[in-house]
């Protein structure tokens, strides 16, 4: 193995509790949203335990939401909270890198449907009035995500 293979694979070490995946490129980019400016939007979540609070909250409600608990049921629920909280941080504006994989990459053949995009749609909502997230604040974030949908839904 060259020096340069390994290094690469040990930097992708796989976190403890994760289930280890196939290497692949590791990019800001890959959060399919630029971040907002400033710091405003990191405030109206709370910061880093705000954002924390919502992720957990909305993994959980995901996963025993009967209308789309299947899509989570073989899933990697650390990591999925852990890439997700990367990810609000980063396009929030928190300072985060995101190290996750690319919108299309992690959702290739789970067949997420429109019906399921809007289950989502309404337990993210429901996860950021939990947080006491100001509306508007809501809706800016809603709209920053909303063109990852082609990327997510399948069919």
Same mark, same amino acid.
């Given at each position: 193995m060259s020096i340069l293979l390994a290094l690469a694979l040990a930097a992708q070490a796989t976190p403890p509790g994760e289930e280890p995946v196939a290497p692949y490129p590791h990019s800001n980019a890959n959060a399919g949203a630029t971040p907002f400016a400033g710091t405003g939007m990191w405030r109206a979540f709370h910061g880093k335990d705000g954002v924390d609070r919502l992720i957990d909250r909305f993994v959980a409600r995901n996963a025993a939401d009967r209308r789309i608990a299947d899509i989570f049921r073989n899933q990697d629920l650390i990591r999925l909270r852990r890439v997700l909280k990367e990810q609000f941080c980063y396009i929030l504006g928190g300072g985060c890198a995101y190290s996750g994989r690319t919108m299309k990459e992690a959702h290739t053949n789970m067949g997420v449907q429109m019906a399921d995009m809007g289950a989502l749609v309404e337990n993210l909502q429901w996860a950021m009035r939990q947080e006491q997230v100001?509306?508007?604040?809501?809706? /800016? @974030? @809603?709209? *920053? @995500?909303?063109?990852? *949908? /082609?990327?997510?839904?399948? /069919?």
């Open positions: 100001p509306f508007a604040a809501q809706n /800016r @974030l @809603l709209a *920053k @995500l909303a063109p990852m *949908k /082609r990327d997510v839904v399948q /069919r």
